[in-house]
């Protein structure tokens, strides 16, 4: 039987084990709730590609969840109508290229010669039509022919006279050959039919369409027969290099955070392996909770985005997916 001093001993040893597991607990369940945990989802870059020109989708090489490197081919337009325009414009530049050529070199000496022989022939029929002229004009005076015979001689001798000068005008164009006004001219029209056919090449080059990154092909938005067009995607690709998690935190928590903080990212599909991250963004405007935040006291509160960027070596995150957040 325990006397009443021992007795007393037991009660109060037993208060003190009491009061140091309150202390833990209180210590443990405090340190739960200053636990810095912010709820959101995965979010990955994303590119829409689409066609740079308005043709018929010939091919579509990839499928949804392929993976494509930089410059990859993904899909083709039907490109007989650009080929035959451009086979058409090469045509009409090497027509082009001989007319400079020939204005270049200008005029062949039996071109000349035969300029110098048309107005030897031209000063022929003007010496006739001068003579005759000449001789109408006697017998006129001697009332032997009418006046429309002599009307028509004068205009034979004038007719002669214009032949003469145009010929001589002729030669001496022949041997002065082309001007430059009119090599420059052709030369320019050379250089709109050469632009015209670089146009037409980057044309043709954007029937193909190239990845313009690494990635994983996410939607697959059109087929071969569709009309593609620059405001028709054709494909979706998700960047797997960046990934972060969307998140939202109160104002009243807002001072505790700052960017290059250290973070773990969880997911439900794996636990127990919390993937490294840190925090990369914070918003300076305030916005209201989006529905997606998890937390009940966060649903109808003025918030500020989070973006924790993390490195996700394993490829484990998908984008849309929830994820917890833990700030270090």
């Known amino acids: 039987m325990l006397n009443l001093k021992e007795h007393k001993k037991r009660i109060i040893g037993l208060a003190a084990v009491v009061a140091v597991a309150v202390s833990a607990g209180y210590y443990y369940f405090s340190r739960q ?5 912010l709820y959101g989802n995965v979010d990955i870059r994303q590119v829409s590609l689409a066609f740079n020109s308005s043709e018929r989708i010939e091919k579509m090489l990839v499928e949804e969840g392929d993976r494509v ?31 400079v050529q020939r204005l270049k070199n200008g005029s062949r000496p039996e071109e000349i010669e035969q300029s110098a022989a048309k107005m030897r022939a031209a000063e022929a029929d003007y010496e006739n039509a001068l003579l005759y002229k000449n001789r109408m004009a006697e017998l006129y005076k001697s009332s032997a022919i009418s006046k429309q015979e002599m009307d028509n001689a004068s205009a034979r001798f004038k007719a002669a006279a214009a032949d003469l000068d145009n010929a001589r005008e002729t030669y001496r164009l022949s041997e002065i050959g082309p001007r430059a006004e009119d090599i420059a001219e052709a030369e320019a029209q050379l250089k709109g039919l050469r632009a015209d056919l670089l146009l037409q090449k980057y044309n043709l080059s954007q ?21 593609a067009s620059p405001q028709k995607p054709v494909y979706l690709i998700a960047v797997e290099d960046t990934k972060w998690v969307r998140a ?24 127990d392996k919390p993937i490294n991250g840190q925090v990369g963004y914070i918003s300076n405007v305030a916005e209201f909770t989006p529905k997606t935040v998890q937390t009940e006291e966060l649903r109808s509160s003025l918030v ?21 957040v833990k700030l270090l």
């Open 33 to 37: 709730n200053d636990e810095f945990v």
């Open 69 to 99: 490197k930089k410059n990859d081919l993904l899909a083709t337009l039907e490109s007989k109508p650009l080929e035959l325009s451009i086979a058409k414009s090469e045509a009409a530049i090497e027509k082009q290229e001989a007319v």
């Open 207 to 227: 029937t193909k369409l190239l990845s313009p990154i690494d990635g994983v092909v996410r939607s697959r938005l059109q087929e071969p027969g569709d009309m």
């Open 248 to 271: 939202y935190i109160s104002e009243k928590r807002l001072g505790e955070i700052k960017p290059g903080m250290a973070a773990q990212v969880i997911i439900d599909s794996f636990p």
């Open 304 to 324: 500020y985005e989070v973006r924790v960027y993390v490195e996700d070596k394993d490829n484990v995150l998908r984008m849309g997916m929830p994820a917890t």
